[in-house]
């Protein structure tokens, strides 16, 4: 009752709208989460009957829920998992329960195989808590979030035959599952998923994410697609600064005469039109393209790239899936932990002793990014030049 009554609170101060911040960075919701879902979720567990993996592996055609309620670049690479799981149950049924954050990339990844998409209001939680006990029974319920509380809330509130997530260190969050994985710094993301996968029975055969784009050729021929601006919390610790986006663009097509596009969402427009204005004003041919495209169509376009230089961001896991040629600039986070997922990637990282230093998405204490001040423009092209 303490617990139902705090989120109460949380959906009466309507923290999306009334702090004019988004669910994924809101800091309150994150000391929410914390200080109300630690206590919660181990006085829940308390009353949870473990299961045993037993109990379903003999299940022909599975129901399933996916959690995953952030981020888009997590979502691409946990798609992979969603092709596992119909390798071995081509005829499953999978929920995948999101948040607003990702709720678009879900819905264009129902293509493979996704029956049912369930989007969970942060800011009104009580709705949402009696939205996802009408989903019904599921066999499995898999929560593939490491450190957000409310995800695990999520996975008691359903009904299953077995629920599995991750423990992870200090995040005091895994006492209502029937079994966990450990979540770890040590391997790539796609792999703590993968744990999961096995814990719950499932046959691994290590695939990576891949998307197809049905769609013709959208834009000409000889042209390199930069995406500058990353997403998430911490994102400007992640930036290479405006001046070498623009000192890059500009090497390129005095050197190859090649289009630079500009890549992002809706909200980057504004700030992609100023140095799309000032190389223009230098006769450089670029063209801000953000938000012009759906999914299907991003794809082609990164596709068809001479290369894409892309900072840690979700269009970077996008652009791996599309097997894109792409150079990946990581400063804060580990090439080991988010690198692409590609045989056509390449990392370019400046190496500094103190990074990485993000590792949730929320944990660096640094107020300056010196790894990524220290990628320069040569090292870069560098790169580039090999591949163009």
Same mark, same amino acid.
């Given at each position: 009752?303490?617990?139902?009554?705090?989120? /109460?609170? =949380?959906?009466?101060?309507?923290?999306?709208? =009334?702090?004019?911040?988004? !669910?994924?960075?809101?800091?309150?919701?994150?000391?929410?989460?914390?200080?109300?879902? /630690?206590?919660?979720?181990?006085?829940?567990?308390?009353?949870?009957?473990?299961?045993?993996?037993?109990?379903?592996?003999?299940?022909?055609?599975?129901?399933?829920?996916?959690?995953?309620?952030?981020?888009?670049?997590?979502?691409?690479?946990?798609?992979?998992?969603?092709?596992?799981?119909?390798?071995?149950?081509?005829?499953?049924?999978?929920?995948?329960?999101?948040?607003?954050?990702?709720?678009?990339?879900?819905?264009?990844?129902?293509?493979?195989?996704?029956?049912?998409?369930?989007?969970?209001?942060?800011?009104?939680?009580?709705?949402?808590?009696?939205?996802?006990?009408?989903?019904?029974?599921? @066999?499995?319920?898999?929560?593939?979030?490491? *450190?957000?509380?409310?995800?695990?809330?999520?996975? *008691?509130?359903?009904?299953? $035959?077995?629920?599995? =997530?991750? $423990?992870?260190?200090?995040?005091?969050?895994?006492?209502?599952? @029937?079994? *966990?994985?450990?979540?770890?710094?040590?391997?790539?993301?796609?792999?703590?998923?993968?744990?999961?996968?096995?814990?719950?029975?499932?046959?691994?055969?290590?695939?990576?994410?891949?998307?197809?784009?049905?769609?013709?050729?959208?834009?000409?021929?000889?042209?390199?697609?930069?995406?500058?601006?990353?997403?998430?919390?911490?994102?400007?610790?992640?930036? *290479?600064?405006?001046? $070498?986006?623009?000192?890059?663009?500009?090497?390129?097509?005095?050197?190859?005469?090649?289009?630079?596009?500009?890549?992002?969402?809706?909200?980057?427009?504004?700030?992609?039109?100023?140095?799309?204005?000032?190389?223009?004003?230098?006769?450089?041919?670029?063209?801000?393209?953000? =938000?012009?495209?759906?999914?299907? !169509?991003?794809?082609?376009?990164?596709?068809?790239?001479?290369?894409?230089?892309?900072?840690?961001?979700?269009?970077?896991?996008?652009?791996?899936?599309?097997?894109?040629?792409?150079?990946?600039?990581?400063?804060?986070?580990? @090439?080991?932990?988010?690198?692409?997922?590609?045989?056509?990637?390449?990392?370019?990282?400046?190496? !500094?002793?103190?990074?990485?230093?993000?590792?949730?998405?929320?944990?660096?204490?640094? $107020?300056?990014?010196?790894?990524?001040?220290?990628?320069?423009? !040569?090292?870069?092209? @560098?790169?580039?030049?090999?591949?163009?």
């Amino acid at each position: 009752l303490w617990g139902i009554a705090l989120c /109460c609170i =949380g959906e009466n101060i309507d923290i999306g709208k =009334g702090m004019h911040m988004g !669910e994924r960075n809101n800091p309150l919701m994150k000391k929410m989460d914390k200080w109300i879902g /630690c206590p919660l979720l181990y006085a829940l567990g308390l009353f949870h009957r473990k299961r045993t993996v037993k109990d379903v592996t003999n299940v022909i055609n599975p129901r399933i829920a996916i959690i995953k309620t952030a981020g888009i670049g997590d979502t691409i690479v946990l798609s992979a998992i969603v092709d596992e799981i119909k390798s071995v149950y081509p005829k499953s049924s999978i929920t995948w329960i999101c948040a607003a954050n990702n709720l678009g990339m879900v819905n264009a990844l129902k293509y493979k195989g996704i029956d049912e998409v369930f989007c969970f209001e942060m800011k009104s939680p009580i709705k949402s808590f009696k939205g996802i006990k009408l989903l019904g029974n599921f @066999d499995y319920v898999l929560d593939f979030a490491p *450190w957000a509380r409310i995800n695990a809330v999520i996975s *008691w509130g359903l009904s299953a $035959k077995f629920k599995a =997530g991750f $423990k992870r260190k200090k995040m005091y969050r895994h006492y209502v599952y @029937d079994a *966990w994985a450990e979540h770890l710094d040590t391997r790539h993301e796609i792999d703590n998923y993968r744990e999961i996968l096995k814990i719950a029975g499932v046959n691994i055969k290590e695939l990576i994410p891949s998307f197809q784009s049905n769609v013709s050729s959208l834009v000409e021929s000889n042209y390199v697609v930069f995406h500058v601006y990353p997403g998430g919390s911490l994102s400007t610790l992640k930036r *290479w600064s405006e001046e $070498k986006w623009i000192d890059l663009a500009k090497q390129i097509n005095d050197i190859y005469g090649y289009r630079i596009l500009f890549s992002g969402g809706r909200n980057d427009s504004a700030a992609l039109n100023g140095i799309v204005s000032q190389l223009s004003l230098e006769c450089v041919k670029a063209v801000n393209i953000a =938000g012009e495209y759906s999914l299907q !169509e991003m794809i082609n376009v990164l596709k068809n790239a001479k290369a894409v230089v892309s900072v840690d961001t979700g269009i970077m896991h996008l652009a791996a899936a599309a097997e894109a040629t792409l150079i990946a600039l990581l400063g804060p986070t580990a @090439d080991e932990r988010w690198g692409p997922l590609s045989d056509k990637a390449i990392v370019v990282s400046s190496k !500094e002793k103190c990074s990485p230093c993000i590792s949730l998405g929320f944990d660096s204490v640094c $107020k300056k990014a010196a790894c990524m001040e220290n990628i320069s423009v !040569e090292m870069v092209l @560098d790169v580039l030049k090999k591949i163009l």
